[in-house]
């Protein structure tokens, strides 16, 4: 074999292996990307259906419920806008709390029940998973176009801080 | 006072920095002895300075002395003393001054162990060293003082995030930061080799151990912070793709292709220009982790529009590097040499596999670790990449990694012929069939779980009989003692290292395929089941740490009516921050780990349990410390240190690796 045909294959073994990684990418990238949706725009059905999204906001106060079984527990997850209700199976992560920041992630089910597989609550007092920061604040600047025209409106979890 | 003293001596490590960094550069390209002369000495001092800074500060923590900004928000008085020494590093510009202090430790081993090499390299290497460290002192004084006051001081400091507050996070950052800036040694020889225009064996043979050492001690730290994440995160998981995980990965991966890219570098002169840009690649990855993990930025991209300095001075410093680096690259490769030439089967291209594929693999990690990032900083949308992308990519591209392990050590340098290695292999094939049959049979396992065990297998054997060979073809008539013994410590280094990635797939093959976890609940005096193993829920009881108060369980593990050992899982509630944690119990063995956590209480006597079966998790461990000490023992190798004896013996006037333009140069 002459030297030209050996670098030939070797060049050609190397862009076969790169392509083959660029295929693996792109399509486990298409796959696993998740996408990330607030209450409002889960309401308005901007979220996909049968496909896994994530989904932040706060815990709604008084909504942790936890059903015979002791084991799965349900709670509604509140942009103070709108608000989806959650089941989730297994152990809530220490710092998940009423009132505050959670992003979960999982699929929308036909009855509008959002079926959570993981549950992310925020790190320390002082930090909100940024996800849960942003639906708050789309929601916040939602509400305040309401408000401009309505008033009221916004405030009903001002105390739950 | 003292923490003025502390930022006193940051400052004047800076004016010595920039000596170190200028005049023996200039001073190597116009043969001024004097200049070069000086990189040494500004070297010790400059150590001598920032460790006296670290200790400074160390002091201020322990002293609790609230009045520093940075003490006050990462210590507390009730924090006991060894949380307080390793709250030192437990944020930002703690850990940016122990990345220094890092830094200035392999500045002085590179200078008091340089004896041999000639002085221009010297003289560039510290020289570029002094440049980095230029970089992270201005980044420190301008943006992320540690010893800034906060007055008026405060009553009582923020405590340590509780997560920090354990024994492995006293040696992980260490560690972890000694591979990171150990990468800067070889970064330093590499561009001091392309500011001298000399790639050579010399060149890589040098910056051979430095690299090894580095690699070691990567693969430690990231060990650690997997093991940590494993008992102290409470789910058991010991590794999740996590962006702080992927940051100290992608170092790790390159900085795995690049020790082989040395060898092939060493042995026979090809892929010098390729062992440079991973060299760089290296260098700029530990950066880019350093800066993800400690810069808040994947908090949230938007936390540094509260301080856009910080992030300005990261993007401008990154630039200065990678761009600079690669400049020179581009300037001066195009006059590198090829080097040896070698066929289509041979060591030489297999290697060169390896290569692509690692860094590929690291390619992979960098997009999906990133490209959330970038979307966000953007404001494009909120993406996240989770571990099934992952391992969707990451496996089927380590699987011929894998395989091509075993067979590379039994192929020539240069060239091959496949008919000798197949002739060398074919029983190793053949028995690892065979035990993937045997595994099929009986354990009913999915075709992973046996297709995992089987290159496992193929690995370990293949390594195996590749020492027995090496045993068999050595002198006749030695004892077996003295053949073990003349084997190099390289040569040992890279096998032990390929039998601790055989021991890691064992332990990784077999939690993902057989671990079992549940979420119960429990009552005091329940009992539920997992592997085999029966657990009963004896007690509960309060107990008072130092800076938590918690609730303990108490559970008896049983197997067969036989008491194999007594749990106790806590739920901790840290009394500064209000922050509940849960502390697991984990039985360890060497073929299971049985883990327990306490998940929320349903009323006084009843938890939710989280029971986990994980089998031969600790061989994960196990894997990972083997590969470390493979690579030490390669660093170890005699050949690094001999010939500095021989040269010491003979006096500088042969020097054994004779570079084209040292003895002119030095007129």
Not at chain 2, 17 to 27: D, E, K, R, T, W
Not at chain 2, 608 to 622: D, G, M, N, S, T
Request: charged share 15%; with cysteine; net charge positive.
């Amino acid at each position: 074999m002459k030297t030209r045909h050996k670098r030939l294959i070797l060049v050609a073994a190397g862009l076969a292996t790169l392509a083959l990684a660029a295929w693996l990418i792109l399509s486990a990238f298409q796959k696993n990307l998740v996408f990330f949706f607030t209450p409002s725009q889960v309401l308005k059905g901007e979220a996909p259906h049968g496909r896994a999204f994530r989904m932040g906001g706060l815990v709604e106060a008084g909504s942790l419920k936890r059903l015979p079984d002791g084991v799965t527990v349900n709670f509604i997850v509140t942009d103070t806008a709108q608000r989806i209700p959650v089941v989730y199976r297994g152990i809530l992560p220490d710092l998940f709390k009423e009132g505050k920041g959670v992003v979960s992630q999982g699929k929308l089910g036909q009855d509008g029940v959002f079926s959570a597989d993981e549950v992310l609550a925020k790190h320390d007092e002082n930090y909100m998973p940024p996800d849960a920061a942003y639906a708050l604040k789309k929601a916040k600047q939602a509400n305040q176009k309401v408000a401009d025209t309505l008033v009221t409106g916004g405030t009903q979890t001002k105390d739950v801080k | 006072m003292i923490p003025e003293i502390g930022n006193f001596a940051i400052m004047l490590a800076l004016c010595l920095a920039l000596v170190q960094s200028i005049l023996p550069i200039a001073g190597s390209f116009r043969g001024n002895q004097r200049w070069m002369a000086l990189a040494r000495p500004a070297a010790y001092g400059q150590f001598i300075f920032i460790t006296f800074a670290f200790v400074c500060l160390v002091y201020a923590f322990v002293s609790n002395d609230f009045s520093v900004a940075y003490v006050a928000s990462n210590s507390n008085s009730t924090l006991p003393v060894y949380y307080r020494v390793s709250g030192t590093w437990g944020g930002h510009e703690g850990s940016l001054l122990l990345w220094t202090q890092m830094l200035v430790l392999w500045t002085l081993a590179v200078a008091l162990f340089s004896r041999q090499l000639p002085q221009e390299t010297v003289a560039r290497v510290l020289g570029v060293m002094g440049l980095i460290s230029v970089g992270f002192l201005c980044f420190m004084l301008f943006t992320s003082d540690p010893f800034d006051r906060l007055l008026p001081a405060a009553a009582d400091g923020n405590d340590l995030n509780p997560l920090l507050q354990d024994f492995g996070m006293i040696v992980h950052p260490p560690l972890l930061y000694m591979g990171y800036v150990g990468f800067s040694v070889a970064f330093a020889f590499a561009i001091a080799a392309l500011m001298g225009g000399q790639l050579d064996a010399a060149w890589a043979r040098r910056s051979r151990p430095w690299t090894l050492v580095a690699w070691m001690f990567l693969t430690l730290g990231i060990f650690l912070g997997s093991f940590w994440a494993y008992y102290e995160l409470g789910w058991g998981g010991w590794w999740f793709w996590d962006a702080v995980e992927n940051a100290s990965f992608m170092p790790w991966l390159v900085g795995t292709a690049l020790i082989h890219s040395l060898a092939v570098t060493e042995k026979r002169g090809s892929f010098k220009n390729w062992t440079v840009l991973l060299a760089i690649m290296a260098f700029s990855l530990s950066l880019l982790g350093t800066f993800l993990v400690r810069s808040g930025v994947l908090t949230s991209v938007h936390a540094f529009a509260t301080d856009p300095r910080r992030g300005l001075f990261i993007l401008v410093f990154l630039t200065i590097v990678i761009g600079g680096s690669l400049l020179l690259f581009a300037w001066r490769a195009p006059k590198v040499g090829l080097g040896g030439r070698f066929s289509l089967f041979s060591r030489e291209s297999l290697l060169l596999a390896n290569n692509v594929l690692l860094v590929v693999a690291a390619g992979t990690v960098f997009l999906g670790t990133l490209y959330p990032l970038f979307l966000d900083a953007l404001d494009l949308g909120k993406i996240s990449v989770g571990p099934p992308y992952f391992e969707a990519v990451f496996v089927p591209l380590m699987i011929p990694a894998l395989l091509l392990m075993a067979i590379g050590p039994f192929v020539r340098w240069k060239e091959s012929k496949w008919q000798d290695v197949w002739r060398n292999l074919r029983w190793v094939g053949a028995a690892t069939l065979l035990l993937a049959l045997a595994a099929v049979v009986t354990l009913t396992a999915s075709p992973m779980l046996v297709f995992g065990l089987a290159v496992a297998a193929w690995i370990l054997l293949a390594t195996g009989w590749q020492l027995l060979q090496r045993l068999r073809h050595a002198p006749a008539g030695t004892s077996l003692l003295l053949r073990i013994s003349s084997l190099p410590r390289s040569y040992w280094g890279m096998l032990i290292a390929h039998a601790g990635i055989g021991v890691f797939v064992v332990g990784v093959t077999l939690v993902k395929g057989m671990e079992t976890a549940n979420d119960v609940r429990m009552q005091i005096g329940d009992t539920t089941s997992a592997g085999g193993y029966v657990f009963r829920f004896t007690d509960l009881k309060d107990i008072q740490g130092p800076n938590y108060t918690a609730t303990q369980a108490v559970f008896e593990v049983t197997r067969d009516g036989k008491t194999i050992a007594i749990m106790k899982p806590e739920k901790r509630l840290f009394t500064v921050q209000n922050m509940p944690m849960t502390e697991a119990a984990i039985d360890r063995g060497f073929t299971r780990d049985l883990y327990l956590a306490l998940g929320e209480p349903v009323n006084k006597t009843t938890w939710i349990v989280r029971v986990q079966h994980k089998p031969f998790v600790c061989w994960i461990w196990a894997g990972c410390l083997i590969i470390a000490f493979g690579g030490l023992m390669a660093a170890l190798d005699r050949r690094y240190r001999v010939s500095r004896r021989k040269r010491q013996e003979e006096g500088s006037a042969i020097p054994s690796d004779p570079l084209p333009n040292t003895a002119t140069a030095r007129g």
